[in-house]
Every structure is written in structure tokens, then in C-alpha cells.
């Protein structure tokens, strides 16, 4: 049985405040056991998560450099230094806002597993390859060129990107069969490979995804900014394993 892994993106969408807020109401929360949540910050808030209960941490970027002249980058060995356990790679925002390309994510996945860090390698088409009856080959692709000589600690998040943040989430039909997909595509490298749903997930239709076949855990953005809404789909999960 795998451990369904929880994961909020809190993208660039919170403040410090919010940050505090969220702490004491998670810590007041029972604690749910049989998953595994996480919570991906904004890079300068990832010490003031540091210790909240019951949650590992998630960088939500890193760079594809080692170190060096890279002003503004972040290296996976300083996200080390701060706990972190996961980094996203790859999100379609980034791919999109900043040009990063399957070569780049896989680089940086790269950089993310010498540093001991697990990568969440981020995959997903847009609307109109949808529409054309591409999804599937489209995601192979990104999958098989993103993940290019990753070892097998890896977790791949399928987040299509017409779901994310609109309020229409695929359909846990579509997001299974993607996810079978995807696991048959790399079963012979990544046997245990764990695959994400992410895109528009709520507390009202998290259970869907969790129950479907093929589904691992779930990587929410707008759902996870409240303590409260983040605690209901972690214990949904749980009752879903
Ligand atoms: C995301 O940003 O990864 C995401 C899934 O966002 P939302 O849940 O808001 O659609």
C-alpha cells in the first residue's frame, strides 16, 4: 500500500501573516495518520514552516546549477539546509512564465536527487491538446524527456494545465487513465513510481481522486492556502487509503 502524499503549492499567494495563521491552525488540528503532507512555500518562508507538525517541506522551484554566479537562484543544496524533503519541478507556470523546457526540468531534477531530495517532476497539456486528441502522447513525452536519467526517487505530479487554478478539475476517470499511463510508460525504470493528481482539487471533490486507481496523493495550490480546507482533503486522503 502506498502512502497517499499530499502536497500544498502555496505558489507566490501567501504573506507572512497568512504563513502564521496557517501554522496555528494546522497545530490545533488532530494529526492524521497514513499519509504524508507536505507544504511548499514561497523559498523565504521555508524557516517559518519549519517544525509545523506532521508536515515534511517542498521547495517550490530549484536551480539547475550547482552553485555559483546564478543571482537569485536557489541551489538544491541550500533547500538541504532547510529541511526540505521535495522540490517541484517543472510546474506548468514555470514552463510556461519562464520558458522552462523538458531539458531544463530534467536538469534541475537532476540537481534535485545529487542534492538527496526527492523531485515532484510536474507534467500536463494544455486545452487545446486536449481538445486535438493528443493528451496522452503529449505527457509521454514531457514524462519520458523530463524524467531523462533520474535515479528512482522520484514523484511525478499530472496536473493538465487547463485544471489548475480554474475551478474544473479533470475528471478522475481522465486522471486515472493518464496516471496508468504514465506508470506503464516508465514501469521498467521506476517500478514504485508514485503519480500525483493536481488541479483544482477541493476538499468537496478530493475523495474522487484519492480513491481512483492509479492516483498516489494529490498536489493542491488554492485549496491548500487555509490550514482548515488543506486539513479536511489530508483527511479525506486518509480515509480514502
Ligand atoms: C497547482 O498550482 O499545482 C494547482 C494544482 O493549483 P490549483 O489547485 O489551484 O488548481
Redesign the pocket.
Known sequence: MITPLIIA?W?MAIDADGVEAFKATWNAKPSIHGIEAVVAPPAPYLPLVQGLSQLSLCAQNVSENEQGAHTGEVAASMLTDFGCQYV?VG???RRQNQGETNAIVAQKAKRTQAAGLIPVV?VGEPSHIRSEGHATSYVRDQVLSSCEDLAEDLVI?Y?PVW?????E?ASAQVASEMHLDIKAVLADRYPELRVLY?????PDNCAAFTMATGIDGL??????LSAESFWNICASAKGAE
Do not use: W
Open positions: 503549492n505558489k517541484l510546474h506548468s507556470e510536474c505530479a496536473e485544471a489548475i487554478g480554474s475551478g478539475a493536481g488541479g483544482s482539487v477541493k498536489l493542491v495550490g488554492g485549496a491548500s
